[in-house]
């Protein structure tokens, strides 16, 4: 899939805009962490002086200092909230950067919206068990436009199991509407080996077929479920596996998942980088190093969705 880029790229005013917010950023850095020095060596220093002096201080007054037990993991966390909130300002820099700067380095995508740490509303229509099983998600960047005409919505996540906390999913999410709603549910999703897989199988909805696709690496690492098997035939050999197939030479940290329900579709990217990954805090930001790979990665995803949302034919 190649890309335009010329198409694509901030040009002129915008071009122009963005390098400001990106030398504003540098020339605001170096001052920015002295400053996070500072906090550093005025708080964690003398709290790591007075954590010991409590700790010797019940090494030599107590004779068998169970109390440690409580009073240790207590002041570790005291001592993480203390620094967490010394980084506070430089972390709200950084931030302050990507709200000034994503709108318009991702303007092909017109007016974008920018959050982070919120839930998508798409959540609540994600198909689980029939795409992913979870339990908890932590949200990092989302950005909604509007790419050639398909509504889109990306987010960078994290997926987890209950008690444990496993992570089943890291990396990014794609909900887009296609041009026209698949009459059912399609969904290549993981497959799961061992106990998961086979409660999974026990477990899975009746009402959805599997297809095997014939192929035996896809059907070693998926699992091709629907309740059209008619339609979802023709897709599945026609596109949606060459689309597979591609996002996993382009995105190689974990099987890329696909979901299809009415006019909903989701397109699952694993990743472990941050999408929208800036350097950190002792280096500056480079545009033609940091910020065109962040567009390029951006488009690549909504190039494929916008396949996608073509492939599904118009009802006869």
Same mark, same amino acid.
């Given at each position: 899939?190649?890309?335009?880029?010329?198409?694509?790229?901030?040009?002129?005013?915008?071009? @122009?805009?963005?390098?400001?917010?990106?030398?504003?950023?540098?020339?605001?850095?170096?001052?920015?962490?002295?400053?996070?020095?500072?906090?550093?060596?005025?708080?964690?220093?003398?709290?790591?002086?007075?954590?010991?002096?409590?700790?010797?201080?019940?090494?030599?007054?107590?004779?068998?200092?169970?109390?440690?037990?409580?009073?240790?993991?207590?002041?570790?966390?005291?001592?993480?909230?203390?620094?967490?909130?010394?980084?506070?300002?430089?972390?709200?820099?950084?931030?302050?950067?990507?709200?000034?700067?994503?709108?318009?380095?991702?303007?092909?995508?017109?007016?974008?919206?920018?959050?982070?740490?919120?839930?998508?509303?798409?959540?609540?229509?994600?198909?689980?068990?029939?795409?992913? /099983?979870?339990?908890?998600?932590?949200?990092?960047?989302?950005?909604?436009?509007?790419? @050639?005409?398909?509504?889109?919505?990306?987010?960078?996540?994290?997926?987890?199991?209950?008690?444990?906390?496993? !992570?089943?999913?890291?990396?990014?999410?794609?909900?887009?509407? #296609?041009?026209?709603?698949?009459?059912?549910?399609?969904?290549?999703?993981?497959?799961?080996?061992?106990?998961?897989?086979?409660? %999974?199988?026990?477990?899975?909805?009746?009402?959805?077929?599997?297809?095997?696709?014939? /192929?035996?690496?896809?059907?070693?690492?998926?699992?091709?479920?629907?309740?059209? #098997?008619?339609?979802?035939?023709?897709?599945? !050999?026609?596109?949606?596996?060459?689309?597979?197939?591609?996002?996993?030479? %382009?995105?190689?940290?974990?099987?890329? /998942?696909?979901?299809?329900?009415?006019?909903?579709?989701?397109?699952?990217?694993? !990743?472990?980088?941050?999408?929208?990954?800036?350097?950190?805090?002792?280096?500056?930001?480079?545009? @033609?190093?940091?910020?065109?790979?962040?567009?390029?990665?951006?488009?690549?995803?909504?190039? !494929?969705?916008?396949?996608?949302?073509?492939?599904?034919?118009?009802?006869?």
């Amino acid at each position: 899939m190649l890309l335009d880029e010329k198409t694509i790229m901030p040009s002129g005013e915008v071009l @122009e805009a963005v390098k400001a917010a990106i030398a504003d950023y540098n020339s605001g850095r170096p001052a920015m962490l002295q400053d996070l020095q500072r906090r550093w060596v005025s708080t964690i220093l003398p709290y790591g002086v007075i954590a010991i002096a409590v700790v010797i201080g019940i090494l030599v007054s107590v004779e068998r200092p169970v109390v440690l037990g409580f009073i240790i993991p207590l002041l570790a966390a005291i001592g993480w909230f203390i620094r967490h909130e010394a980084g506070r300002p430089m972390r709200d820099f950084r931030q302050s950067l990507r709200e000034r700067m994503l709108p318009k380095i991702f303007a092909f995508a017109g007016p974008i919206k920018y959050a982070n740490g919120i839930s998508p509303q798409f959540m609540r229509r994600l198909p689980t068990p029939g795409l992913v /099983r979870f339990k908890g998600a932590i949200y990092d960047d989302l950005i909604a436009g509007v790419y @050639e005409g398909m509504d889109f919505t990306l987010c960078e996540m994290r997926l987890t199991t209950g008690d444990d906390n496993k !992570t089943v999913f890291k990396g990014i999410i794609v909900y887009f509407n #296609p041009a026209h709603a698949f009459p059912g549910r399609l969904f290549a999703a993981k497959r799961v080996e061992g106990l998961q897989g086979f409660l %999974d199988d026990i477990l899975a909805d009746r009402s959805l077929t599997t297809m095997p696709v014939d /192929r035996g690496d896809l059907d070693h690492l998926y699992v091709f479920r629907t309740d059209r #098997p008619d339609d979802a035939s023709p897709l599945l !050999t026609g596109l949606i596996i060459p689309v597979l197939d591609y996002l996993a030479k %382009d995105w190689p940290d974990g099987i890329p /998942r696909l979901g299809l329900a009415g006019a909903d579709a989701f397109l699952m990217v694993a !990743t472990e980088k941050d999408f929208f990954e800036l350097p950190d805090m002792h280096r500056d930001i480079n545009y @033609e190093h940091h910020v065109l790979p962040m567009i390029r990665d951006l488009v690549s995803l909504l190039a !494929t969705a916008r396949l996608v949302s073509k492939i599904v034919m118009p009802p006869q």
